[in-house]
């Protein structure tokens, strides 16, 4: 049996998660077979120096959600603890089911929020320039606004492009 413990959070007491023959334990005591495993996610998100990673398990209509926020640095022990679970869940899911698709990054309303964030960050961009140059601001305030606003809509359609509902979402076998 391998054993796994770590801090999810910051704030949050360590949790410890089993694996043994294809069995996860989860920190409460429930028990899931990895060969009933219908669905895959690894979501990672990076803000500064911090990072949210987790991945989402789908056994049914239940979902299981392994997740840490950790820093960023490889030497970090939190994340380390988390990267060996999801490796040996990883080998686990491959070892019972090789053509289970994982899928890389956020999916759902997850993806539909980041979307909409993005669509009103370009809306924004655009209502903020239009209403300027509709109230007639001088050339110096609308030279000083375009750096910021220009960054808002850059920032917008990278969200849009990276999280746009109608592109498949990425996906690797287990």
């Known amino acids: 049996m391998e054993q796994f413990t770590y801090k999810p959070a910051l704030l949050r007491a360590p949790v410890t998660w089993s694996l043994r023959d294809g069995t996860l334990t989860a920190p409460d005591g429930a028990r899931h077979d990895l060969s009933r495993v219908t669905a895959a996610a690894l979501v990672e998100h990076r803000m500064r120096q911090s990072l949210m990673r987790r991945l989402d ?21 939190q994340g380390r603890a988390h990267l060996a679970l999801l490796q040996a869940v990883a080998a686990a899911l491959a070892a019972r089911q090789p053509d289970l698709p994982v899928t890389v990054g956020e999916y759902g309303a997850g993806r539909w929020a980041l979307f909409a964030l993005g669509v009103a960050s370009l809306t924004g961009a655009a209502g903020i320039l239009g209403a300027a140059l509709a109230t007639g601001v001088s050339q110096a305030r609308l030279a000083g606004a375009a750096v910021p606003v220009g960054l808002l809509a850059l920032i917008g ?12 979402v990425p996906q690797v076998p287990a």
Do not use: H
């Open 57 to 77: 398990l789908r056994l049914g209509e239940r979902r299981v959600s392994l997740s840490v926020d950790c820093g960023l640095n490889r030497g970090d022990p």
């Open 157 to 168: 359609g990278a969200i849009v492009l990276g999280n746009a509902p109608w592109r498949p």
